[in-house]
C-alpha cells in the first residue's frame, strides 16, 4: 500500500519548541514557557496552574477530578507549588489524582515534560531526533515524509489492516515511536523515561478494600461526568461492562446503555436485554453500520497507520452517540485480572522478550523482539506477575487499546475505570485474587450480588459451544492468534 497523509486531522495536537512556526494544520495555539502546543478542534487544552498561581504546564483532553466531582474547564488549579527538584513527584500526586482523558505538559522551571494518563488513552507518538511530539504521525510530518518513512515490511509483517497493532512503542513511520504508559517524554532532548512504577508494587493486606476502591473511582468518575452534561454507558456481557453497572449502582436506573448489535455481538445483545429487564435499565441496540472502503481507509489513516481490523469497519456504528457529552465504556479491568498470565507461571519465574512477544499474539519479528528487550531491560524490580502486567499495560493494553484515540472525534470515550489509584490497587491484589478473577466477581457479590444471576460472557447452555465454533470459523486466523498465545 502507498500511505497517504490524512486529509482530516480533528482533534490531533503537536506539541514543539516555543521558537518553532505554529503547526500549519492546527486551528488553535497555546505558548507556554519553552513550549508550544497546537491543535484542532474539538480537542480542549485547559491551562494548569500550581498553589502559587503559576501557569506550569497545561493538559489536553478531558480531565476528571473525580474526588471533588468536577470535569475542569477553562483553568485548572492544582494544590501544591511546583518543585523542579520533585517533579515526577508533583505529577503523580496532583495530575495523576484525575481520571478521564488527558495528556499533560509540564514546563516551568526548567522542566518539559509530556506525560499520558494511567493507560495513555490520549495516546501520543514523538520523533526522538526533534524532540516534537503529537497524536500521530501525521501531526509530525508533512506529507512526503509520511509516505518516505512508511514501514510497509513491518505493517505488512504485523498483518495491521486485519488484526494487527504495532506493539511496544513501534509505529508505522521508521524514526516516530509511540510514547508508553507510565513514561514521560522529556521535550528538550527527545528522550522517554518511566516514572512509575519505580520498584515492585507491594502487595496489599486489604484486597477486598482495594477493589472497593476501584469501583469508587468508577462511580465518582460517572458522577462527575453525568454532572457536566449527557452521558450513555456501553453494556455487553463482559466482566468491565457488568463491574461499571455494579459500581454505578445508586443511579443505574437513571443512566442510557446501548449495546453494538451485529453477528459478532449477538451474545452481548442477549444478555444485555436479560440485565436490561432484570433490573429496569434504560437500554437500547446500535445496529451494525459498516464503512465504506473510503471510509475504511480515512479511518486507518487517522489511525497514523497502526491499527486495523473489526473497528475499522463497524465503527459508524457508534456515530449516533455524537448525541451526548460522554461515552462511557468498560476498559482498563484487564489490568486486575492476570491478562498475560498462564497457569504454569510462578512469582519467580523468568520472563524473557520471547515470553512477552508470544503473549501478544502476533507473527514475531525481531524489531518487535528488540523492542521488547529494550523495555525489559528497563522495567522496575518486581517479580514475574508484576512484570507481565506491566507488559500488559505498557506494550500492548495502551498500543493497542487506544492508537485509535483520533479517530471518532464526534463521540467522546471515557474509560472511567482508568485511573492511577485504580490501576495501583488492581496491581496490588494478591496472585490469587488475579487468578481468579475476583476483582470483578467479589466486587459485584459485595456491591450488587443479584447481577451475577445473569452470566459473564456466556449464555450459560448449549449456545456457548455453537458460539465458540462459529466464531473460529467465521475467523480461523484469530485461532492462530490464541495458539501462538498458548505458547508463550
Avoid at 254 to 263: A, I, R, Y
Avoid at 387 to 412: F, H, I, K, N, Q
Avoid at 437 to 446: A, C, S, Y
Avoid at 455 to 482: E, M
Wanted: net charge negative.
Amino acid at each position: 500500500m502507498t500511505p497517504a497523509r490524512p486529509s482530516s486531522l480533528a482533534r490531533q495536537w503537536a506539541v514543539g519548541p516555543v521558537e518553532a512556526p505554529p503547526h500549519p494544520d492546527a486551528e488553535h495555539g497555546l505558548t507556554l514557557d519553552r513550549v508550544r502546543i497546537d491543535w484542532l478542534d474539538p480537542l480542549l487544552v485547559h491551562p494548569a496552574l500550581d498553589a502559587r498561581g503559576r501557569r506550569i504546564g497545561a493538559f489536553l483532553g478531558h480531565a476528571v477530578d473525580w474526588r471533588r466531582g468536577v470535569v475542569p474547564h477553562g483553568t485548572v488549579r492544582l494544590d501544591e507549588a511546583f518543585s523542579p527538584d520533585d517533579a515526577d513527584g508533583f505529577v503523580e500526586r496532583q495530575v495523576f489524582r484525575h481520571t478521564g482523558s488527558w495528556a499533560f505538559v509540564l514546563d516551568a522551571d526548567g522542566v518539559s515534560r509530556l506525560y499520558l494518563d494511567a493507560d495513555g488513552t490520549l495516546s501520543a507518538v514523538y520523533d526522538p531526533e526533534t524532540g516534537r511530539a503529537g497524536a500521530t504521525a501525521a501531526m509530525l510530518l508533512d506529507d512526503d515524509a509520511y509516505a518516505a518513512r512508511f514501514d510497509g515490511e513491518l505493517h505488512r509483517h504485523l498483518d495491521i489492516l486485519r488484526e494487527g497493532w504495532f506493539p511496544a512503542g513501534l509505529t508505522a513511520h521508521r524514526g516516530i515511536s509511540r510514547l508508553l504508559v507510565n513514561h514521560h517524554l522529556d521535550l528538550s532532548d527527545g528522550t522517554a523515561r518511566r516514572h512509575w512504577p519505580t520498584g515492585p508494587i507491594p502487595e496489599t493486606a486489604e484486597p477486598e478494600a482495594a477493589c472497593l476502591q476501584v469501583a469508587e473511582q468508577t462511580r465518582r468518575t460517572v458522577e462527575a461526568l453525568r454532572a457536566d452534561g449527557t452521558l450513555a454507558a456501553a453494556l455487553t456481557g463482559g466482566n468491565e461492562s457488568r463491574f461499571l453497572l455494579a459500581a454505578c449502582r445508586p443511579f443505574a436506573g437513571e443512566l442510557d446503555f446501548v449495546t453494538v448489535d451485529g453477528p459478532e455481538t449477538r451474545r452481548d445483545v442477549d444478555l444485555a436485554r436479560r440485565l436490561a429487564a432484570r433490573f429496569g435499565l434504560n437500554h437500547r441496540t446500535l445496529a451494525l453500520r459498516r464503512a465504506d472502503a473510503a471510509g475504511q481507509a480515512r479511518w486507518h489513516a487517522q489511525t497514523g497507520h497502526c491499527m486495523g481490523g473489526s473497528n475499522m469497519v463497524s465503527h459508524p456504528t457508534v456515530l449516533p452517540l455524537a448525541e451526548v457529552d460522554h461515552f462511557v465504556v468498560g476498559f482498563g479491568g484487564e489490568i486486575g485480572r492476570g491478562f498475560f498470565w498462564r497457569p504454569q507461571d510462578t512469582a519467580d519465574m523468568a520472563v524473557t522478550a520471547e515470553t512477552i512477544e508470544r503473549r501478544m499474539g502476533m507473527a514475531p519479528h525481531p524489531r518487535v523482539r528488540a523492542a521488547v528487550a529494550a523495555w525489559l531491560a528497563d522495567a522496575p524490580e518486581g517479580d514475574a506477575f508484576q512484570t507481565l502486567d506491566l507488559a500488559y499495560l505498557e506494550l500492548r493494553m495502551g498500543c493497542w487499546g487506544y492508537a485509535l484515540s483520533y479517530v471518532l472525534p464526534e463521540v467522546s470515550h471515557v474509560s472511567p475505570m482508568v485511573g492511577r489509584t485504580a490501576y495501583e490497587s488492581m496491581l496490588s491484589l494478591p496472585p490469587a485474587w488475579r487468578r481468579e478473577n475476583r476483582l470483578i466477581l467479589d466486587t459485584i457479590g459485595l456491591l450488587w450480588p443479584d447481577l451475577l444471576e445473569v452470566p459473564i460472557n456466556r449464555y450459560g447452555n448449549f449456545r456457548d459451544g455453537l458460539s465458540l465454533l462459529t466464531r473460529a470459523l467465521r475467523n480461523p486466523h484469530l485461532v492462530a492468534k490464541k495458539l501462538r498465545k498458548l505458547r508463550g
